[in-house]
Each structure stands twice: as C-alpha cells, then as structure tokens.
C-alpha cells in the first residue's frame, strides 16, 4: 500500500496511482514556488522525493497542457533575457558581474 521513504509516508504508484500523482503534481507546484526550471525539478524529486525523472516529466507535460497560460508567464519570468527598451539584453552570471563601488 505506502512505502517509507526517508521518514515520510508516500503513495505508491502501483497501488493508488492517482495518490501517487497528485502527490508529484504538488511537488511540482512547490518547485514552481521555488522558481526551478522542469531539469532542476526532475533532480530535486529523483533526489529527495525517489519520484523516477519520467513520471515527474509526464505529469510537468499535463500540467503544462493544462494550464498554457501560466506556463508561458512562468517560462518568461525565468528566462534569462529581460525585455529593456524594445529589446532583449541577456543578463551575465553574477561571477561575470563587474563590482561597482
């Protein structure tokens, strides 16, 4: 029925799937909180959480289908090119970063 899993009782995904992926889906939703992009997502789950990298990649896939608007928003605000006066300029790493005093 449930496994243990670092201290903490998780669904399995042969005995109650759709507990299994609402549970992979709110996972999701608290790396989206967390401002990850899908591959920073799959790790953290695969590492922490033991969810295999292609159910957290399918469940991302429907929740992106789902809800297209957010995801663009989303995919936008993460992006590393940032709109400034009618164009896009690209923002260096902040080890690339000239300190200013």
């Known amino acids: 029925m449930y496994y243990h899993n670092h201290h903490h009782v998780l ?3 042969h ?3 759709h507990s299994y992926i609402r549970l992979v ?6 790396c989206l909180l967390l401002h ?3 591959q920073q997502c799959v790790k953290a789950l695969a590492k922490y959480a033991s969810i ?5 990649v399918t ?5 992106q289908k789902e809800n297209r608007d957010f995801f663009q928003a989303y995919f936008h605000a993460l992006s590393p090119f ?3 006066m009618g164009r ?8 690339e970063r000239k300190k200013q005093f």
């Open 82 to 84: 940032r709109p400034f």
């Open 59 to 63: 469940v991302w896939r429907e929740l």
């Open 88 to 95: 896009y300029i690209q923002r260096k790493p902040r080890s």
């Open 25 to 30: 889906q709110h996972l999701i939703e608290r």
């Open 15 to 17: 005995c109650h799937p």
């Open 52 to 56: 295999r990298p292609c159910v957290t």
């Open 11 to 13: 669904p399995c995904l």
């Open 36 to 38: 990850m992009n899908r």
